[in-house]
């Protein structure tokens, strides 16, 4: 079946650490996101990529690094230039284009980062 | 500047009742709205959506209806269940092309709990 996986579910970091989320899908979605959830926030956009080998910024993106070598993955590095890493990371994909078709997105099931 | 507003945070409803979850837009380019639904600890799941073309669309006990002129949707649950006790995050994406067309904007969410 396909889908998007996200590992791990849970992470734990000390201050001062990098982390790298993984996020890999075998939709054959071009596009891929990612989203931090807080408690009362909502969904916030980090960084998206339409396509490999390139990526955007989306509205948080300072303290966040992400790559596209592959269409598959799309793993965000979590720096320790982070202020308040701690929250609930989801990552996305969707066909792309103008094309959401009925979903939109598909997403994973969230890692959850601590600092501890 | 939100463009997708959830300004019920909460909900309560007794189960066998209906659940009336609202949304209001400010950006009149949104031309596709989305709901998607969220239990703890995963990943949002793709619920039911609706075009600008139409006013009401229908799945089951969900429901989606569109006020274009009055920049208002709501999703109508009939009945409701214990099981839709969730949070709901209302959707969507703009018409035009350009650096965010690809992106779906999200609401903040509101916690739905269904009473047994």
């Known amino acids: 079946d396909g889908g998007i996986t996200q590992s791990p579910k849970y992470l734990f970091r000390k201050e001062g650490q990098n982390v790298t989320l993984s996020c890999e899908q075998n939709?054959?979605?071009?596009?891929m996101y990612w989203y931090r959830q807080d408690p009362g926030q909502g969904l916030r956009l980090i960084y998206y990529s339409q396509i490999v080998n390139d990526f955007q910024k989306g509205d948080i993106a300072e303290g966040y690094s992400v790559s596209r070598e592959k269409k598959e993955s799309f793993p965000l590095t979590v720096t320790s230039a982070q202020k308040n890493p701690t929250a609930f990371y989801l990552c996305?994909?969707?066909?792309?284009?103008?094309?959401?078709?009925?979903?939109?997105?598909?997403f994973g099931s969230g890692t959850r980062l601590t600092v501890v | 500047d939100q463009q997708v507003k959830q300004n019920s945070p909460s909900l309560s409803v007794q189960e066998g009742r209906i659940s009336i979850l609202n949304c209001d837009y400010t950006n009149s380019m949104f031309d596709y709205f989305l709901w998607y639904k969220k239990y703890p600890a995963e990943g949002p799941t793709f619920l039911i959506s609706?075009?600008?073309?139409?006013d009401k669309n229908e799945d089951g006990r969900f429901t989606v209806f569109l006020n274009k002129s009055a920049k208002h949707l709501s999703l109508h649950i009939v009945p409701s269940q214990p099981g839709d006790s969730a949070v709901y995050f209302c959707a969507a994406r703009a018409a035009y092309s350009g650096a965010g067309s690809y992106q779906l904007t999200f609401g903040k969410g509101t916690k739905l709990s269904v009473i047994p």
């Open positions: 609706i075009s600008s073309i139409k």
């Open positions: 996305a994909s969707s066909i792309g284009g103008r094309d959401l078709t009925n979903y939109g997105y598909t």
């Open positions: 939709l054959n979605h071009d596009a």
